[in-house]
């Protein structure tokens, strides 16, 4: 292979997230610790096995919230619901006061869930990988709840919140 296939072609980190922003997710709130609450926006929550159950997420190597969860040990995991991009936007906030104004109730395994949202995992930390500029977060899941009603979740696109493609706005082709 020659040097330059190996390389790659050279990029921009503003080309690299436009390239990684035309793929859709979903968003959680990563929380922990329900007697000192910590709590962090993310996107790069995924499912990672099913037997055992495992999921991933991956904060900044400079996030100021992740270390607190790394201590605690055990972290929830809150799917957010469409109309809740103010929730979003409070917890990708690096502030002392993300939790004014917050509802929330502890759960099973002491990490606060989020009033209204679609579902919440409960997990402890299982390894971490530090790759990059992110760590790589494994977490076996220990509990979980979904709510039964079918709403809309939060989706994140294209550098923006988005409609789920379920949702009948977005799929109508009008407003
Ligand atoms: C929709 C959305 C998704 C985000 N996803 C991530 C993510 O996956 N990993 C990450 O480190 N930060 C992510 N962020 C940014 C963090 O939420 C933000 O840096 C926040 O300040 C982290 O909290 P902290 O500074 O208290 O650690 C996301 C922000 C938004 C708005």
């Known amino acids: 292979m020659t040097e330059q296939r190996e390389a790659g072609r050279s990029f921009d980190q503003r080309e690299l997230r436009d390239i990684m922003g035309v793929f859709p997710s979903g968003i959680v709130v990563v ?5 000192d609450p910590v709590g962090m926006t993310c996107q790069s929550f995924l499912s990672l096995s099913l037997d055992p159950p495992y999921i991933a997420f991956a904060p900044s190597i ?3 919230s992740y270390p607190r969860i790394r201590e605690h040990g055990s972290f929830c995991c809150n799917v957010l619901a469409a109309g809740q991009h103010d929730l979003s936007s409070n917890f990708a ?14 759960s099973p395994g002491g990490n606060p869930v989020l009033s209204g949202v679609l579902g919440w995992i409960d997990c402890r930390l299982e390894a971490e990988y530090t790759i990059g500029d992110h760590h790589l ?4 899941v ?15 696109h294209r550098g923006g919140y988005a409609l789920s493609a379920g949702s009948p706005s977005a799929n109508s082709g009008d407003s």
């Open 31 to 35: 929380t922990a610790d329900a007697d």
């Open 62 to 64: 400079t996030s100021v």
């Open 93 to 106: 906030r690096r502030a002392d006061d993300k939790w004014a104004g917050v509802d929330w109730t502890p």
């Open 137 to 140: 977060v494994v977490g076996r």
């Open 142 to 156: 220990l509990d979980f709840h979904s709510e039964r009603q079918a709403r809309e979740a939060l989706l994140y």
